[in-house]
């Protein structure tokens, strides 16, 4: 990786020999493996290090959970926060796995509609939950930086399973818990 680095600054017109760009591939090359971590963990696993059985049908909402993550089409950052529910069907999880999920997915060169999707999936498909609602808002430096330059956009992506797409009721106290906690 540090060599194609190198390359990469050459076919930019830089000097990858000059004294602020010596260790640049070295660091460059650290600190892409830790910014596409994902790609080392199961996220099925980790959920099911951290199920628990309960008796509780109420929804459970982590909310503002930051995460951080690379557009695969242009390979620049996109940054936000993302808002998870279920509604436990006799499973519940551990809250920090949570979070973790969406780090793993978002460690990953991504598309932030793709990441929505398979953060719902991979806690569906562990917990069977009644419902699960995944809500991203998120803002791509491939937007603000380059082509439309637009630096006050966000994206805002969902995905809803189970309840949270067939009970409006489930889905209105999702969003009232959402924004009435914004104040």
Not at 29 to 52: C, M, N, Q, S, T
Not at 71 to 76: G, N, V
Not at 110 to 124: C, F, S
Not at 133 to 142: F, Q, T, Y
Request: hydrophobic letters at 40%; a neutral charge.
């Amino acid at each position: 990786m540090q060599q194609e680095i190198r390359r990469i600054l050459e076919s930019v017109g830089e000097d990858p020999g000059r004294e602020g760009l010596l260790r640049t591939p070295e660091r460059v090359e650290r600190a892409w493996r830790y910014l596409l971590k994902g790609y080392e963990e199961d996220p099925r696993e980790v959920i099911g290090r951290g199920v628990f059985e309960a008796v509780c049908d109420e929804m459970v909402l982590v909310k503002d959970i930051e995460l951080y993550s690379m557009c695969e089409h242009h390979m620049l950052p996109f940054f936000g926060k993302a808002h998870v529910a279920y509604v436990p069907d006799r499973k519940i999880v551990g809250l920090s796995k949570i979070p973790r999920v969406v780090d793993i997915y978002a460690r990953r060169l991504q598309v932030q509609e793709r990441m929505t999707v398979q953060i719902a999936e991979a806690l569906e498909e562990v917990l069977q939950p009644k419902g699960v609602g995944v809500i991203i808002e998120a803002s791509h430096l491939c937007m603000m930086m380059r082509g439309v330059q637009k630096q006050n956009s966000v994206t805002i992506t969902s995905c809803v399973r189970g309840r949270f797409r067939s009970d409006e009721r489930t889905r209105a106290e999702f969003m009232r818990l959402l924004h009435g906690m914004h104040g």
